[in-house]
């Protein structure tokens, strides 16, 4: 397996994300049904749609306008908050790119300039039980097996490790933002279902470069 990823490599792992979200809509719904309004899992599954479609009318084989363009369509989806989050993900990706293959540096970067752009969109911070929680963690392990000159394959299997072990750190933490916030310690015993959803986006990186 060659360690980059062009065009066609970025798409199957697109793909692979979006159907990681599709598959766990109602495990997320459910999450969601604890601690919020139980439409997480639709408002994702709304994402990946989203995902899906650009990646059908794409004719561009240009990996920054794929991701530009999916940023948008996922801006434009009705997905409540999940939308912005997911939208400003996917453009801060996109700003990120440069070349038409991405190596391991420069998919760090992408990653890198995608948390970026997110966390612009939100005050959150680890421990607060939220996305966040998913995020910060693999990014780290990301830049850390990148710096140990680990290959994309480890990298992105240390990035959907640590997404994994931060989504589940939020089922001891309380609530402080959102609608679960209004539970606080009510919340405690439940995983955030932001921070699951994103870890199947680190664990659908992992999987469909794998499966190249």
Known sequence: ?????????????????????????????????????????????????????????????????????????ILATDAGSTSPLYGSLFLGMSAGVTGTALDVPAFVAMLESGVAKLRQNTK????????????????????AAAAAGQNLAQVLAAGAEAAVQGAETTTALKATFGRAKNLGERAMGHMDPGAASMSLVFVGMKEGYGNG
């Not at 240009?62 to 940023?71: E, P, Q, Y």
Request: aromatic share 2%; proline share 1%; no cysteine.
């Open 1 to 73: 397996m060659a360690d980059r990823v062009d065009y066609a490599g970025l798409v199957r792992i697109l793909k692979t994300v979006a159907e990681q979200l599709k598959a766990q809509r109602d495990h997320l719904s459910k999450l969601d049904s604890a601690t919020g309004d139980g439409d997480h899992g639709t408002a994702v599954s709304k994402v990946a749609d989203a995902m899906s479609a650009t990646i059908a009318k794409d004719a561009s084989q240009d990996i920054k306008t794929l991701l530009k363009d999916m940023g948008w369509a």
């Open 124 to 143: 959150a911070e680890v421990g607060n039980k939220t996305m966040i929680d998913t995020l910060v963690p693999a990014l780290a392990a990301i830049r």
